[in-house]
Each structure stands twice: as structure tokens, then as C-alpha cells.
């Protein structure tokens, strides 16, 4: 085991010191990105949860005014 001088310690500690700053940097970068990512999903989900209820809407609104036995599958038979 090799014995560092006090200078050849403070040198080091200098060094961690600034790594553990850039650390602390990438961090609070890295949690902005996770935040941003947080909520776009968050978005994402509540549009799809959205366009599930219209879809359903439509759907309920098809089979009381028009056809009782409509079903998605029957939709791609229509548009041929």
C-alpha cells in the first residue's frame, strides 16, 4: 500500500470534488428529461384513454340508432 502525500490528497479530493459537481449536473439534467418523459407519457395515455371513450361512444351510438349487432370486426366489412 503506497502512503500519498498531503498535496498528492488534496489533488485528488480537488478532483473528486469536480467530478462529483459534474455528477450532480448530469443529474438534475437527467431528472428534467425524466420529468419532461413523465409527462408526455402521462399525456399520451390520457389522449388514448380519450379515443377509447369516443370509440366506445360511437360505437354505443351506432348500435342504439342503427344496427344492435355492430361490432368493431364489422367496421373493415363497410369500408370496402
Known sequence: MSVLTKEE??????????????????NQRLLLIIADATGKIKKANDMAEGYQRMCNELLEVIKSQYDAKFTVEDIPRYLN
Request: no cysteine; aromatic share 6%; net charge negative.
Open 9 to 26: 490528497l488534496r489533488y485528488l479530493l480537488t478532483i473528486t470534488s469536480q467530478e462529483n459537481e459534474e455528477l450532480k449536473k448530469d
